[in-house]
């Protein structure tokens, strides 16, 4: 039997991170920070856990937004995956994933990757997979944190996405 294959995908944490964050991404391969990561201790926290991919996002102050680039595009065990913070493209998700759509489409991703409103997301559109992990840190007051774990069934070439309450 394959095993199954996760990556850690959060976003928003603005300088927070909740320890729960570190035991739901024990045993992932990667980790992937959609932006405002808010300073480098998270980064060195969740690279304690596993190889960290990050993007900056429109709340990051300089010494952080420095270290990162507003856009990733990269390979992955599963095909190509695509991430960026989404501040350019509005607050609702409908409307960042409508640019990210026509932004990445050259790279042909397999997953999507953003953030910025704070607000969950799965949805698969004509074989790609978007995820907005919600906040890991500050969520909506009608809404708990969140992030979202991607699963890799190299058996079936099957990619999805779940996404996990922060609880305290």
Known sequence: ????????VLSDTHGKLNPRVLEIFDGVR????CGDIG????????GAIAPVRAVCGNMDPWPVAGAWTDKLV???????????H????GHANRS??????RLFDPAAPRAV????????????????????????SIAPHDLT??????????SGNALSARLVPVES
Do not use: K, W
């Open 113 to 136: 990757l953003f953030g910025h409103s704070h607000r969950p997301l799965v949805e698969e559109r004509n074989g790609i997979l978007f995820v907005n992990p919600g906040s890991a």
């Open 74 to 84: 990269e390979d992955a065990e599963f095909g190509v995956v695509a991430m960026c």
């Open 1 to 8: 039997m394959t095993e199954i294959v996760r990556y850690g």
């Open 30 to 33: 990667r980790i992937y920070h």
């Open 96 to 101: 960042i994933l409508l640019a990210l759509t």
């Open 39 to 46: 300073n480098q201790t998270v980064a060195t926290d969740l």
């Open 86 to 89: 989404g501040a350019r493209y």
């Open 145 to 154: 944190p969140t992030v979202a774990l991607l699963e890799y069934d190299p």
